[in-house]
Structure formats: structure tokens, C-alpha cells
């Protein structure tokens, strides 16, 4: 998918489809999306909308953000479905969003259950995330554990 973008608020169904993505992490990128429109035009800013460049990855992919460092193998893009999408505002590059852009649809990601990559050791403004048990996907427990006393 790279070169390769979509605006979420255009066929959100269709996007799960296309990106791979998981249900859940799909309306919460709408739910973000609506939100920043509404606040941007209540302050009478036209929101340009957020546009999908990434979602579920067959193979690691080295962050537009940190191009020196060797792509993350753990991640949670190779998820099938996935559970992370990368963004970009409008028609520019992520990298050329300013970081309050990113901060402010962060921190409103965060506040409704998602995991946003600008608060990573390593900083990913653009990735936002869910976490498994947010999907019913259990923790991998050791067996002593799961069968108890
Ligand atoms: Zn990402």
C-alpha cells in the first residue's frame, strides 16, 4: 500500500476492507476524524480530514518519523486485522503536519481507549493504535497460570 492513501471519512466500511483493518480501530479513526472536524469548525478552520496511509502490513515498515531506525517487528500494523493505522492531515506529508496537530488528536485518541505513537520511547505522531484486549484478544497466559491452583 505504499504511495497509497484514502480519506476515512469517504467509504468507512469500504476502508476496513481495503486496509484490513479492524472494525473497532476503524470507527474510533471516524470517531476522531468527526471530532476534530467539529472543533476545528467551531473555531471556523476548515479540517481538512485525515487520510489513511498505512494499515495492515505483511512485512515491518520503518516509521516516516524515525527513517533511521530498523522498522518495528512486534508491531501492531502486522495484526490480521490490523490494529494500527498511520495518518496524515489533508495533502500533506505527516512529517510536514505540525507535532500540535498530531498532540491534540493524540491525546483526544488516548482519552477515548487508543494507544498514540507520539507518546512512544521512540516518537511515531502519525501511528495510532488499539490494544488487543480492546478486541477480545486475550494475553497469551502461560498454561500454570490459565489452570490455576
Ligand atoms: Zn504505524
Redesign the pocket.
Known amino acids: 500500500m505504499a504511495g497509497h492513501s484514502e480519506e476515512i471519512a469517504r467509504d468507512p466500511c469500504g476502508m476496513v476492507r481495503r486496509w484490513a483493518l479492524s472494525p473497532l480501530l476503524a470507527s474510533m479513526l471516524l470517531a476522531l476524524d468527526g471530532w476534530a472536524c467539529g472543533v476545528f469548525s467551531s473555531k471556523g478552520i476548515r479540517w481538512p480530514g485525515l487520510f489513511i496511509v498505512?494499515g495492515y502490513r505483511a512485512q515491518p515498515?520503518v516509521?516516516a518519523f524515525q527513517p533511521a531506525l530498523p522498522a518495528a517487528i512486534k508491531?501492531?500494523?502486522r495484526r490480521l486485522p490490523s490494529l494500527?493505522?498511520?495518518l496524515r492531515v489533508g495533502h500533506v506529508k505527516a512529517t510536514q503536519t505540525p507535532i500540535e496537530v498530531w498532540t491534540f488528536l493524540g491525546l483526544h485518541w488516548e482519552r477515548q481507549g487508543g494507544r498514540w505513537?507520539g507518546n512512544f520511547r521512540k516518537p511515531?505522531p502519525?501511528?495510532?493504535?488499539i490494544d488487543p484486549l480492546l478486541v477480545g484478544e486475550g494475553l497469551e497466559l502461560p498454561p500454570l497460570i490459565l489452570e490455576g491452583p
Open positions: 498505512s515498515v516509521s508491531s501492531r500494523h494500527a493505522a498511520d505513537g511515531d502519525n501511528h495510532f493504535d
